[in-house]
Nanobody, 123 residues
Framework: QVQLVESGGGLVQAGGSLRLSCAASGRTFGSYFIGWFRQAPGKEREFVAGIIRDGLNWYYADSVQGRFTISRDNAKNTVYLQMNRLKPEDTGVYYC????????????????WGQGTQVTVSS
């Protein structure tokens, strides 16, 4: 069992930066693939980024490639999402999720979810 808690969201102007954190409980955190997803009002949840267990490989949605960086510190049971050059279309609730039992970019296959953190980017 893993519990996930996101933090670091907020209001930022376009072009600014935020760093989200996903803190996990449980000694098995390092054995899980972790994904970040987001959901904007009126839109479906979408994959943003994912990172493998040892942190040596990662995946990004085309819309954030080159602007967002995912990383993890297994000693701290934490995954980070550094978001730079933010755009208004990045606005939404950001969720971290763990332990996908299928394609990493499909939210429905993840076993564990956090409660989300709001990111609002003003133009």
């Amino acid at each position: 069992q893993v519990q996930l808690v996101e933090s670091g969201g907020g209001l930022v102007q376009a072009g600014g930066s935020l760093r989200l954190s996903c803190a996990a409980s449980g000694r098995t955190f390092g054995s899980y693939f972790i994904g970040w997803f987001r959901q904007a009002p009126g839109k479906e949840r979408e994959f943003v980024a994912g990172i493998i267990r040892d942190g040596l490989n990662w995946y990004y949605a085309d819309s954030v490639q080159g602007r967002f960086t995912i990383s993890r510190d297994n000693a701290k049971n934490t995954v980070y999402l550094q978001m730079n050059r933010l755009k208004p279309e990045d606005t939404g609730v950001y969720y971290c999720a763990a332990d996908p039992r299928g394609s990493y970019n499909v939210g429905d296959v993840y076993n564990y979810w956090g409660q989300g953190t709001q990111v609002t980017v003003s133009s």
